[in-house]
T-cell receptor
Framework: GEDVEQSLFLSVREGDSSVINCTYT??????LYWYKQEPGAGLQLLTY?????DMKQDQRLTVLLNKKDKHLSLRIADTQTGDSAIYFC?????????????FGQGTTLQVKP | DTAVSQTPKYLVTQMGNDKSIKCEQN?????MYWYKQDSKKFLKIMFS???????INETVPNRFSPKSPDKAHLNLHINSLELGDSAVYFC?????????????FGPGTRLTVT
């Protein structure tokens, strides 16, 4: 957790955009991920970005990567109540079968109707 | 057709007991992991196995012993349970290779030590 940091809580209104931010420390990370955890459930991979990319868009999700500042963000357009969950940023350290994910502490997204 | 499954989903036990959590994946993946999520939702890797071989062993007390009878299974045995072991334990698996190596998580096992 000390390698990846996120704000703990974000509240938005339904229909607004949500932006969840994350900072990481390992400049050699090759992949960065966003996972979603709904109450009582496991983690679901939402999207990932390779470190040589600046942006990746997938339907309502936009990932922005600023490698110089080691900053990653996840934007959710037209946020719905079903998007309420905890969102985890993760960086991949190491390679091959010794690679491991280092997670942030998670950002709880609350979507108000 | 569950991809990564864990049993049991809930486990309540007393201090000092020994317990096991089982994990199975039917994705044909080579690598499996155990993670611990504490009460503050902080998620940290404990172990990883690749094709039954231990690859990653983070700073975990030796009361925790993973066992992989085959590459589709990774069980976690915990001896002499302590109050601080209370957490949600997640199993995950991933394919081997140079792709993103995204990990697929099981639903978690909530362990409560009283």
């Amino acid at each position: 957790g000390e390698d990846v940091e996120q704000s703990l809580f974000l509240s938005v209104r339904e229909g607004d955009s949500s932006v969840i931010n994350c900072t990481y420390t390992d400049s050699s990370s090759t992949y960065l991920y966003w996972y979603k955890q709904e109450p009582g459930a496991g983690l679901q991979l939402l999207t990932y970005i390779f470190s040589n990319m600046d942006m990746k868009q997938d339907q309502r999700l936009t990932v922005l990567l600023n490698k110089k500042d080691k900053h990653l963000s996840l934007r959710i357009a037209d946020t719905q109540t079903g998007d309420s969950a905890i969102y985890f940023c993760a960086e991949r350290q190491g390679s091959g079968n010794t690679g491991k994910l280092i997670f942030g502490q998670g950002t709880t997204l609350q979507v108000k109707p | 057709d569950t991809a990564v499954s864990q049993t049991p989903k809930y486990l309540v036990t007393q201090m000092g007991n020994d317990k096991s959590i089982k994990c199975e994946q039917n994705l044909g993946h080579d690598t499996m992991y155990w993670y611990k999520q504490d009460s503050k939702k902080f998620l940290k890797i404990m172990f990883s196995y690749n094709n039954k071989e231990l690859i990653i062993n983070e700073t975990v007390p030796n009361r925790f012993s993973p066992k992989s009878p085959d590459k589709a299974h990774l069980n976690l045995h915990i001896n002499s349970l302590e109050l601080g072991d209370s957490a949600v334990y997640f199993c995950a698996s991933s394919p081997l290779g140079t792709r993103a190596t995204e990990q697929y998580f099981g639903p978690g096992t909530r362990l409560t030590v009283t």
